[in-house]
C-alpha cells in the first residue's frame, strides 16, 4: 500500500459547516489512504485576521442558511439545528472557552478529541444548548465517555498559557495555510500542502487524492 496522504481538518464547533466536513472525513478516515489529523482552532480568529465577517450578517444569506441546514443535514445525516437565538449565539457567546477545552483535550489526551468535538456540536447545532459553561462542557466530555476527573482536570488546564498559545498556534498555522474560514481541508499532496475550503469540496478532494467519492454517508448503498 502506498503511503498514506495526510489531511489536517482546521475546524471550530461554532461552525455548523465545520461539524459537516467532520463527520464526513471521520466516517472516510478508514475507506480512503489517509491520515486525518483534527486541527481544533478558533473561527473567531480566523475571521478577524483575514477580515472576513459571518455570512448570517447579511439577511439574505442568513435566511438562505436556515433553509439550507435543513437540507444539508438530511443529507449528510447530521442532524443540525440552528440555535433558537443564532446571532447571539455566533457572535456574542462564541466559542472561545470550548476551543480552549478541545485543545487541551488534544494536547493530553488526543483520543477523546473526536468525541468531545462532536458532542459539543451536538449540544450546540442540535440541542441548541450552551456551550460556553464550565457545567456544559464537562457535560460534554462526560457524554464523550470521560471521566468527570479528567473532564475537570482538563477544563483546568484551560486558563494554563501553554494550552491558550496552542490553540493560539494552531490558529496562525491554518492562516500561514491562506485559510479565511471554517473548515478548512489541508491535503499534502506529492509532498506539497493544497488547501479546500468548506464542507462541499469533497468529491474534488477524492479526485486529487487518487480515492474513490461515496456520497457523503459512505456506509449507506447509493440506488
Known sequence: MSQKKVLELFYDVISPYSWLGFEVLCRYKNIWNVDLRLRPGLLGGIMHATGNSPPAMVPNKGAYMAKDMQRLSEYFQVPIRQPSDFMHVML?????SAMRFVTAVNMSHPEFVEPVSREL?????SEDKDITEPESILEAAKKAGMS???ATKLLQATDKPEVKNALKETTAEALKHGVFGM???VAYINGEPQLYFGSDRFELLAHQLGEKWLGPVPSKPRL
Open 183 to 185: 473548515p478548512s481541508i
Open 121 to 125: 456540536w451536538v449540544r450546540i447545532w
Open 148 to 150: 468527570v476527573e479528567l
Open 92 to 96: 456574542k457567546k462564541g466559542s472561545l
